[in-house]
């Protein structure tokens, strides 16, 4: 925990939710001018959502629908299970 | 695009075989990247993405239309992966080898044929560094974190996907990103 108050904590999840009210955004911000472990831990929060957002594009491969496309089944059977 | 893919499904419905190309071709990305996220593994997850199409084929008829196709598409995928993962756990340790680091091949392939600014290097290797990172969280954090973060989705999507009440999201999104954040932090220091 970076910090005491769990209700910080909570204020933080909910900015990086997007659910913080202006109130509340403000509160923290207060909070964090004095508070070094809610900052770290609130822009550390913010870089690790920032890098997976940024993640490198991966794409299917080559003739991936092609290769669906011959695994089907021939005839399409109405009751197959589901497994 | 929605009616575009309703009309699409209705088609292979009412069995159009070709029309199911089109919904391939749609969300045949999105599904392999997703399978690639959950796995670390480009030819699992290849496996993975086409069984999760042939799938929904067969069981189109089973698609009500009360949510999103790909919601529906999503949830066979991430089922698929999440048996694939159970599986696997015997011979599988936290500390072994991940198989993610077989992405850190394939950018150092590209990296060979062209060398790269030292910074972009840096950057890879930090994103390299963040899927071995995923690759270790449980995966009901994972995938959780997944839907979220890579595939974008709203809460209430992810609720449908993965069948679990919007709290429960919640909290495993936080969970996950916590344990992340944990980690990173652990590379960060030793560097």
């Known amino acids: 925990m970076s910090c005491e108050s769990e209700e910080y904590m909570d204020l933080i999840d909910k900015a990086l939710d997007g659910e913080i009210t202006a109130e509340e955004q403000a509160e923290l911000d207060r909070h964090m001018e004095s508070c070094e472990n809610c900052r770290e831990h609130y822009h550390a929060l913010k870089e690790i959502i920032f890098e997976m957002k940024e993640a490198s594009p991966v794409v299917a491969p080559a003739h991936f629908t092609e290769n669906v496309m011959k695994m089907l089944p021939e005839v399409k059977k109405r009751s197959m299970p589901a497994q | ?191």
């Open chain 2, 1 to 191: 695009m929605e009616s575009l893919i309703n009309s699409l499904v209705t088609q292979v419905k009412s069995g159009n075989r070709e029309a199911f190309e089109g919904l391939v071709e749609i969300y045949k990305d999105k599904i392999y990247r997703l399978c690639y996220r959950m796995v670390g593994d480009r030819h699992e997850a290849e496996d993975l993405a086409q069984e999760a199409f042939v799938r929904a084929f067969v069981n189109i008829d089973k698609y009500s239309g009360s949510y999103k196709f790909s919601t529906w598409l999503y949830r066979i995928a991430t089922n698929l992966c999440i048996d694939r993962l159970r599986k696997r756990k015997p011979d599988y340790s936290m500390d072994a080898e991940i198989p993610g680091t077989e992405g850190a091949t394939l950018y150092s392939q590209v990296a060979d044929a062209d060398p790269l600014p030292e910074e972009e290097v840096e950057e890879r290797e930090k994103r390299d560094h963040l899927q071995q990172e995923i690759m270790k969280l449980p995966e009901k954090y994972r995938t959780a974190i997944l839907l979220k973060y890579i595939e974008d989705m709203s809460l209430e999507e992810i609720s449908s996907v993965m069948d679990l009440p919007v709290p429960t999201v919640k909290t495993r999104i936080h969970r996950g990103r916590e344990a992340l954040k944990k980690a990173y932090k652990k590379v960060a220091k030793s560097r």
